[in-house]
């Protein structure tokens, strides 16, 4: 696969094939695919708030 490579660990990588029907290593060919679209995760942003603290959230992404 080119020049990158990827490490797992053994137990995840049995693990995410019985939830998901992937192994890590078909996986990784998903970062080599040329069409691949890799999309922003917008939820994240608000989790921020509700575990660290609407203080530090907003101090951290300068919202005041």
Request: aromatic content about 16%.
């Amino acid at each position: 696969m080119g020049k990158v490579h990827f490490e797992w660990d053994e137990a995840k990588d049995r693990e995410n094939q019985k939830k998901h029907g992937v192994s890590f290593e078909l996986a990784q060919y998903a970062f080599a695919d040329p069409k691949r679209v890799i999309a922003e995760d917008l939820r994240i942003f608000g989790a921020g708030y509700w575990r660290k603290g609407r203080k530090i959230y907003e101090e951290q992404n300068q919202i005041y």
